[in-house]
């Protein structure tokens, strides 16, 4: 089935209200940063009616948020040790909440799209590219000099139907998946007016065990195929650095050394793949997160084969440990410091989170839990994690 990847901010339809555009972002009037609802509106979906965005001039202080003052903001210390500091981009809250673009300008260097950079959204019919929502949070980027993280050109999920339908066929996958790859990258060209320099080319092609993935594509193409995609990025824009991304292959173990291997093969190979990213999601609790060792180790190893490395989905689960909330927030801040400063000591150059409020977060709706995984709580205050962050960012 194709998700939208939206679900957890889905209300009733009578909570459905039109919200004005952001000026400052750089959003035109008539776009649509949502989805599924109709071009020329943009909706905000059950927040209050004191969520609607005031627009504000360009140059003047942001309006005030509960909370949300800090002494130093991630971007600036990060920019100072040489790494960028991100997160991935929900389109809806950055339409409805003010909040929500003002901390992410404030904060972070880099930005990912959530979801809609990936195929179903981009290519939603054959031959029929729709770059608005993407293109919005592109825009966004630019006027608060962020760079962009291009995810993801081929996944098992998240798929337009027909791609799905195709794939199966056998028949012509290999140039529907050729085609999808060259319109993205030729719409997002570094020579030209909406460069995103780095993209995340496949996307968890290996099993937890270490096999290779039986996905669509692998099935459709066979075993080879992944080298054959990163070639097809690499001719579309022989700018673009393009990554190989996946979860639980941060520290050492057989997923990791799969991983590795694949990489060692393509690079070896002459396969234009220039980094890896480890996504991340981790959590508090034993063996709920790589050693600073291993996590070391993996990276070195990875780097010795000329790769750049880039943490690219990270956030710490709470749900996974124990004791009262002050114990599980200080034991979460310690695995961000942790994880943050052994990628900074090791050469890591991009470092992002998925998502950055507990107010937008994927966690709850897949573990059905609630949770609180991500430096920012709802009200976008900072959290103790925020706080260990800046500290290791600082050098202290
Ligand atoms: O956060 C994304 C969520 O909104 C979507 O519903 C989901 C669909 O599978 O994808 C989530 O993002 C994933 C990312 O693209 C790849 N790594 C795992 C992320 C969390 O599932």
Not at 85 to 102: H, K, Q, T
Not at 202 to 229: K, S
Not at 353 to 368: E, K, L, N, R, V
Request: charged share 20%; hydrophobic share 40%; with cysteine.
């Amino acid at each position: 089935r194709h998700d939208n990847g939206q679900r957890m901010y889905r209300a009733p339809m009578t909570a459905v209200r039109p919200v004005r555009l952001n000026r400052r972002a750089g959003l035109t009037a008539g776009a649509s940063l949502v989805g599924l609802s109709t071009p020329g509106t943009a909706f905000a979906v059950g927040e209050p009616a004191s969520m609607n965005r005031q627009d504000h001039a360009p140059g003047t202080a942001p309006p005030h948020h509960p909370g949300s003052q800090v002494a130093s903001r991630l971007r600036d210390l990060a920019d100072a040790r040489g790494i960028r500091i991100g997160a991935a981009v929900a389109s809806r809250p950055l339409v409805a909440e003010p909040a929500y673009g003002d901390v992410l300008a404030r904060e972070f260097s880099s930005v990912t799209c959530e979801n809609v950079m990936k195929p179903g959204f981009l290519q939603p019919s054959p031959g029929r590219f729709d770059f608005q929502a993407a293109d919005a949070i592109v825009a966004f980027a630019t006027a608060h000099a962020m760079t962009i993280r291009g995810h993801t050109l081929a996944w098992h999920n998240q798929n337009p139907p027909w791609l799905e339908r195709v794939a199966a066929s056998g028949e012509n996958a290999g140039a529907a998946l050729r085609d999808h790859i060259t319109g993205v990258l030729t719409h997002y060209r570094n020579d030209g007016p909406v460069p995103v320099p780095a993209w995340d080319v496949v996307n968890e092609a290996i099993t937890d065990t270490g096999a290779l993935r039986d996905t669509l594509w692998a099935r459709a193409l066979g075993p080879g195929y992944l080298a054959d995609l990163f070639r097809w990025a690499n001719e579309a824009d022989p700018d673009a650095r393009l990554f190989y991304n996946d979860y639980g292959a941060e520290g050492m173990g057989r997923k990791a050394d799969a991983v590795y291997e694949l990489l060692r093969g393509l690079v070896q190979d002459g396969v234009p793949v220039h980094g890896v990213g480890l996504q991340m999601h981790v959590g508090i609790g034993a063996r709920q997160s790589p050693s600073r060792p291993d996590l070391a180790a993996n990276i070195a190893r990875l780097r010795a084969l000329g790769l750049e490395v880039h943490v690219t989905e990270m956030d710490v689960k709470l749900q996974t440990g124990t004791g009262t909330d002050d114990e599980r927030l200080a034991e979460q801040a310690q695995v961000y410091a942790d994880i943050l400063g052994t990628c900074i000591e090791a050469g890591v150059t991009s470092f992002t989170f998925w998502g950055f409020t507990d107010a937008h977060s994927w966690i709850p709706g897949f573990t059905g839990k609630p949770d609180g995984a991500l430096p920012f709580d709802t009200t976008y205050a900072p959290k103790p994690a925020y706080h260990a962050l800046t500290r290791v960012l600082a050098g202290g």
